[in-house]
């Protein structure tokens, strides 16, 4: 079975630009998680989507937003683009959106590499 | 969600077995310990997962106290390949966000 794919895998964009970062889950995963990774603030949690709804957010700004579409791929974007937005964004899915419940465990994708100059 | 505390960082040496402790003093009743692994530049993995006692996969062991609230993941037999850094969390409610704190950052060498 294939894995969770990202796209692109590395993107350099320019202050104030926009930028939008595609996922596929795994076939038959209904949940899509995005998250946040840089050297200073470690993994955090961005969004969660399942069956199109956006069902948990974390402590990020509007600029960031996403959704998903009925086949489960999700889009996050990036509005108005900061240098501080320069990070590795991961997605993740699973079977429910529960990493924690038993036999739900996520599955991450390799990343975005994204670096806003 | 339970907070987590684990050592920042670890070394070892190849061939020996690491041992990595966290504490999870608020966990819930159904709430779940999992283990997560990352590699530079990649997403984290799932490693192993448990409720209770003792958990035991092909990569590791997850031994889990009678009041829970603590845990410890066993890698047997350490690589130079392990060197990651892993993560302990706790949760169960289904979906609910993974909240990854810090991790410890294992250096293995040979």
């Known amino acids: 079975k294939a894995g969770v794919t990202q796209t692109p895998r590395y993107l350099i964009k320019t202050r104030g630009q926009q930028v939008t970062l595609s996922c596929s889950p795994i076939s038959g995963h209904r949940s899509v998680s995005w998250y946040q990774q840089t050297p200073g603030q470690g993994l955090q949690f961005l969004f969660e989507y399942f069956s199109e709804t956006q069902r948990n957010k974390g402590n990020f700004p509007g600029r960031f937003s996403g959704r998903q579409f009925s086949n489960s791929r999700s889009e996050m974007n990036v509005s108005t683009l900061e240098l501080g937005d320069s990070a590795l964004y991961l997605c993740?899915?699973?079977?429910?959106?529960?990493?924690?419940?038993?036999?739900?465990?996520?599955?991450f994708g390799p990343g975005t590499r994204l670096t806003v100059l | 969600l339970a907070k987590t505390t684990q050592p920042i960082s670890m070394d070892s040496y190849e061939g020996q077995e690491v041992n990595i402790t966290c504490s999870h003093n608020?966990?819930?009743?159904?709430?779940?310990i999992t283990w997560y692994q990352q590699f530079p530049s990649q997403g984290p993995r799932f490693i192993i997962q448990g409720y209770k006692t003792k958990v035991t996969n092909e990569v590791a062991s997850l031994f889990i106290p009678a009041d829970r609230k603590s845990s410890t993941l066993s890698l047997p037999r350490v690589s130079l390949s392990d060197t990651a850094v892993y993560y302990c969390?706790?949760?169960?409610?289904?979906?609910?966000?993974?909240?990854f704190g810090k991790g410890t950052t294992l250096s293995v060498s040979s």
């Open positions: 993740a899915s699973s079977l429910d959106g529960s990493g924690l419940a038993a036999y739900n465990e996520q599955f």
């Open positions: 969390l706790v949760g169960g409610q289904a979906g609910t966000a993974l909240i």
């Open positions: 608020n966990i819930a009743t159904n709430d779940y």
